[in-house]
């Protein structure tokens, strides 16, 4: 909400021509302009992706409606946790809460008749990951799993958002067996599960009407 960009190496503040999406990266050549610094490469994939993500959406779902609006800020929300678990291994709170406050918002005056169906589900949800997270003890998975389990949950409803969990886990778990294969991971390295669960929810959002094979 508040503050603006700057270089993680020299903190300089940066100007609106050093943030320009993709162009701005390679004009520089994935340097800072201050200090020369080499920017990660992450920074222009995650530009990459948020925009194929909304060009995606507009192309199945169109952009002409309300409810078109408020799935790309949906979408936007759960590409920046996407990216934070990958990243930092973390599921801020503020973007979890400012994602269900936006969901409800919009179902209490647009959507109301599903409400129950996307309670029900975030607490089924939410309740089988807390299990895990006690029983446990946060080895398995954080409690920002649970959290978000309860959004995507809301968000998809039954029985889309079963399913968006059910294909993360095991995403996640071939993710995890590749790296193994590989020998870039062994059974206690930890895998950002937020990533894989916030991607497939995209996936769903993005593709729901072409989502039959998984209403039931």
């Known amino acids: 909400m508040f503050g603006r960009s700057e270089c993680p190496g020299c903190l300089t503040r940066l100007k609106w021509y050093d943030l320009i999406p993709l162009v701005s990266f390679f004009y520089l050549g994935g340097k800072c302009r201050y200090c ?4 990660s490469i992450i920074y222009p994939i995650m530009e990459l992706a948020t925009a194929g993500a909304f060009v995606s959406y507009s192309f199945f779902n169109g952009f002409f409606y309300l409810s078109n609006f408020y799935e790309l800020a949906v979408i936007f ?3 920046a946790l996407l990216f934070s678990d990958y990243i930092f291994y973390i599921l801020p709170d503020k973007l979890i809460i400012a994602g269900l406050l936006m969901s409800i918002t919009y179902i209490l005056f647009f959507n109301f008749s599903v409400i129950a169906n996307g309670l029900i589900t975030g607490l089924a949800l939410s309740s089988f990951f807390a299990t895990l997270y006690i029983i446990s003890r946060g080895v398995w998975l954080g409690f920002g799993d649970v959290k978000l389990a309860f959004l995507i949950g809301f968000i998809l409803g039954y029985p889309l958002g079963l399913w968006s969990i059910i ?3 095991w995403a996640g778990a071939l993710w995890g067996i590749g ?6 991971a062994n059974l206690k390295t930890s895998l950002p599960f937020g990533s894989f669960m916030a991607g497939v929810a995209i996936l769903f959002i993005i593709l729901k009407k072409y989502a039959f094979w998984f209403q039931f």
Do not use: G
């Open 77 to 79: 929300v759960l590409l």
């Open 167 to 169: 294909i993360s886990v």
């Open 36 to 39: 020369k610094k080499k920017v």
């Open 179 to 184: 790296l193994i294969i590989v020998n870039r």
